[in-house]
């Protein structure tokens, strides 16, 4: 039976409110025209959800293929995704930038990440800071 998840990450950098997908992944969500950003703070838990019209809401962000030409990762930016990650996980340090483990399902479009496995990038780790 095949399996249904890959291994993925995203880097969140604090100061820069600066989300990094990589470019591996957004062609693992199906190359949509939209992604969106979820946040559930009752499981610990973020997404990245693959979809094809804008909807409602200030986490939605169209993926514009001239960006996806650059380097390895697609950055968003979201102040309000990045403070309200910052009230859930406590101990989080604004000038840095930090790093989430979590798995595509592919099934489902969408990219799940838990907020358990954050961990901070030493500035060596992380290139362009």
Request: proline share 5%.
């Amino acid at each position: 039976m095949p399996k249904s998840t890959t291994p993925t990450t995203i880097a969140i950098d604090l100061k820069k409110y600066r989300i990094r997908i990589h470019k591996s992944t957004i062609h693992l969500l199906g190359d949509p025209k939209y992604i969106q950003l979820l946040v559930k703070p009752e499981s610990s838990q973020m997404a990245i959800r693959a979809i094809e019209k804008e909807t409602r809401g200030d986490q939605n962000f169209k993926v514009d293929s001239k960006r996806m030409k650059s380097d390895n990762s697609y950055e968003l930016y979201s102040q309000t995704l990045i403070q309200k990650l910052c009230t859930i996980v406590e101990g989080l340090e604004p000038n840095f930038t930090y790093r989430l483990n979590g798995e595509i399902l592919s099934t489902q479009k969408a990219a799940l990440f838990s907020l358990k496995t954050i961990s901070r990038i030493e500035p060596s780790e992380f290139d362009n800071e």
